[in-house]
């Protein structure tokens, strides 16, 4: 276990045991919640990684892991089948944070998640995207980490599942275009120094990725 997930732990800590049991159930209650929505089933174990790494990020920067847990496997509820739109058209329009925003609070209520952390939890997810700027910590750890999960081979991965199913994505010059931008935009968005080293070899493959791809289509097409 990392320093920055002991300290995380301990800071939460009643009676010197890094979880009360209420802690654990609730925990508990988010991941199996999210592991029984998120559809397609592909969608499921970015939220593991997300938080694995944005611990990671933390180092010995105190945080408070309640929050960070619950906006890390929470913060993509919007995009399983189930909580958004079935018809093509309407999906195109989608805006899936606001939902999440929106029906977060709610669930994190009744997963018994104590109501004082849900406002810091809505507010690492709102900003979790790389074109917001994060008020708190956990916000910064959240919206670090997602972005590392853009890159390298998982962030191929991700996008790869997504052709012909996602509106956005018909194609796989349409999935190219959207990994080339990741990897001239996404570094250099990054806020932390750890970050930006974990991301280094993550572009390198992207990167190498994205010139093999291009190179076996010239003259093809995509």
């Not at 991700?158 to 990897?183: C, H």
Request: glycine letters at 6%; hydrophobic letters at 45%; a neutral charge.
């Amino acid at each position: 276990m990392c320093e920055a997930r002991r300290k995380a732990l301990a800071s939460t800590s009643e009676n010197n045991l890094p979880f009360s049991v209420s802690q654990a159930s609730y925990r508990s209650a988010i991941e199996n919640y999210i592991r029984a929505n998120a559809l397609p089933v592909d969608k499921f174990t970015h939220q593991p990684r997300l938080y694995h790494w944005a611990v990671v990020l933390a180092e010995a920067t105190p945080f408070d892991d309640d929050v960070l847990h619950a906006a890390a496997w929470m913060h993509d509820l919007g995009v399983f089948v189930g909580h958004r739109p079935e018809d093509l058209e309407a999906l195109a329009k989608w805006d899936n944070l606001a939902y999440a925003i929106r029906e977060v609070p709610r669930l994190l209520s009744g997963l018994g998640f104590p109501g004082e952390k849900i406002p810091p939890v809505i507010a690492a997810i709102s900003s979790h995207l790389p074109s917001s700027t994060p008020s708190t910590f956990e916000g910064v750890l959240l919206r670090d980490a997602d972005i590392l999960e853009q890159l390298g081979s998982i962030g191929i991965l991700r996008m790869v599942s997504k052709i012909g199913r996602d509106t956005r994505y018909p194609r796989f010059k349409d999935a190219l275009t959207v990994l080339k931008r990741n990897a001239e935009e996404l570094p250099g968005q990054l806020k932390l120094v750890l970050t930006r080293r974990v991301a280094a070899p993550r572009l390198q493959i992207l990167n190498d990725f994205i010139i093999a791809a291009e190179l076996e289509a010239a003259g093809m097409g995509l």
